[in-house]
């Protein structure tokens, strides 16, 4: 087991958002959260990279209780994210960004092993290539999406939190991302996934949970849930 969330219950003030949830991601992994907005999908990444206080419950991971582990110390044990709305450092290059992905590792100076994990990002995003010296708040958002995910990707993550990385592309760019998302997962990198676009992210799950007003009310194989007519009817449009 690589991640196991039990029992978790995290407020923000007096409002509860979230619930006794419990799920598990098994390492070799994608697992994907469903739910409407407010459902309580992107207060779960936080929690797990430790930006959210914890009310009650656990979060393991790789056999390890993180539940209160400062924020800074989980990407040394292998947990990075790309968070909701990018998080791009704008006014810094490509490169920049990306070497801040690095800054946990405990390789961090070997030159060699991050040239690789550079070359890496670079195959999956050729266009971050060839603009290694433009200014990230410069590039479209689909750019900055790529740029997201290739600085937590050179963190050299265990487990990957992508939160939303489809928001507000254009389709042809979103099935590219998709495409990405299956092709790091197939090169051994485990992928906790967050989405509205339920119909892609089923498609590429090996396991799903959806989650309503902060509790997880159904869970499967990203095929059966694309299956059940309760959730085509309220996340597919009633097709996939």
């Known amino acids: 087991m690589l991640l196991e969330v039990k029992g978790l219950c995290v407020n923000y003030g007096r409002i509860e958002a979230i619930r ?4 598990t991601v098994e390492e070799g992994e994608i697992v994907t ?3 409407a907005n407010g459902a309580g999908k992107t207060t779960t990444m936080k929690t797990i990279s430790g930006l959210r206080p914890v009310r009650a419950g656990t979060v393991t991971f790789d056999g390890q209780d993180i539940t209160d582990m400062p924020s800074h110390e989980r990407p040394v044990l292998g947990i990075s994210q790309s968070p909701e709305g990018r998080g791009c450092f704008v ?6 960004n990306l070497e801040m992905g690095t800054y946990a590792r405990p390789d961090r100076k070997n030159k060699a092993t991050i040239k690789d994990d550079l070359d890496r ?4 995003f050729p266009r971050l290539k060839e603009r290694t010296n433009q200014a990230a708040g410069s590039m479209s958002g689909g750019e900055q999406q790529m740029l997201a995910m290739g600085r937590a990707l050179m963190a050299k993550p265990k487990l990957l939190l992508l939160d939303e990385p489809s928001m507000g ?3 042809k760019l979103i099935q590219q991302i998709f495409d990405i998302v299956t092709e790091i997962n197939s090169q051994g990198t485990t992928v906790l996934l967050v989405e509205q676009n339920a119909a892609q992210a089923l498609k590429r799950s090996h396991r799903a949970y959806i989650l309503e007003t902060g509790e ?6 990203g095929k059966a849930l694309a299956a059940d007519p ?3 009817a309220a996340y597919l449009g009633g097709d996939v």
């Open 121 to 124: 990002v670079f195959e999956l």
């Open 169 to 171: 592309l254009a389709p």
């Open 230 to 232: 309760a959730v085509k």
């Open 216 to 221: 997880i009310v159904r869970e499967g194989t």
């Open 91 to 96: 006014g810094m290059s490509v490169m920049e």
């Open 20 to 23: 006794d949830i419990s799920f």
């Open 33 to 35: 959260l469903i739910g």
